[in-house]
């Protein structure tokens, strides 16, 4: 398996203009999140999907964040306006709640390196 | 509600030295914990988790950890550290399976900052 996979890897923006960022999890995984990590905040969990629908997105600015799962093999992160303050690597990751045992666990993409200038 | 606690926000060693890097965790329930790394402008890799049984834990690495419940720790050690173990180590953890959620919730994470 070629593991999560993000794109873009980084993305430089103007304030004011929308964002997509994309997350294809690992196949067979029913769990699926997104965070945000700043140096100021660390690493928060914004939304998160089981079966493609949205457990918790308390995590998420809703006036400006969404989050999308139109099917199983991916994702979509968008900010809309984008502002200077959205900066900061954006991860997603997958995981099973069936995988019991030695196989729980969260696998992580690479990360999605997001400036608004 | 649950939270982990990463004492040190950085923590230098000497080469070929040990080190301990401590979490503590606060949960009603019982608890998944895992240790991730992060190398520089990196994605986040799972080291070690403790999920029921044996409460020593060993990762990749070399790195190993030990869960306490008593002390409602689970702080990671390696006996000899490498220049290339240089990087952000994040403790994180998740309510049991079976519970309502299944949120990972990380820590505020710690350098270790190997000098030779």
């Known amino acids: 398996d070629a593991g999560v996979i993000q794109s873009p890897r980084h993305e430089v923006t103007e304030m004011g203009q929308e964002v997509t960022l994309r997350c294809k999890p690992i196949s067979g995984h029913d769990y699926l999140f997104w965070y945000r990590q700043t140096m100021m905040q660390g690493l928060e969990l914004l939304v998160y999907?089981?079966?493609?629908?949205?457990?918790?997105d308390s995590g998420m600015p809703k006036d400006r964040f969404s989050a999308k799962m139109p099917n199983a093999s991916f994702s979509t992160l968008k900010i809309q306006p984008s502002e200077p303050r959205d900066s900061a690597v954006y991860f997603c990751a997958s995981s099973s709640e069936s995988g019991q045992g030695s196989n729980y666990g969260y696998t992580f993409g690479s990360g999605t390196r997001l400036t608004v200038v | 509600a649950q939270s982990v606690t990463q004492l040190d926000s950085q923590v230098p060693v000497f080469e070929e030295a040990p080190v301990e890097l401590r979490c503590n965790y606060s949960s009603s329930v019982s608890v998944y914990l895992f240790w991730y790394v992060q190398y520089p402008n990196q994605g986040l890799q799972l080291l070690l988790k403790y999920l029921s049984g044996s409460t020593l834990v060993k990762g990749i690495n070399g790195f190993e950890a030990e869960f306490n419940k008593s002390q409602t720790s689970f702080h990671l050690r390696k006996p000899s550290v490498h220049i290339s173990d240089t990087a952000e180590y994040f403790c994180a953890v998740i309510r049991g399976y079976g519970g309502a959620t299944n949120k990972l919730i990380f820590g505020t994470g710690t350098l270790l900052a190997v000098q030779p």
């Open positions: 999907f089981n079966n493609k629908a949205v457990m918790d």
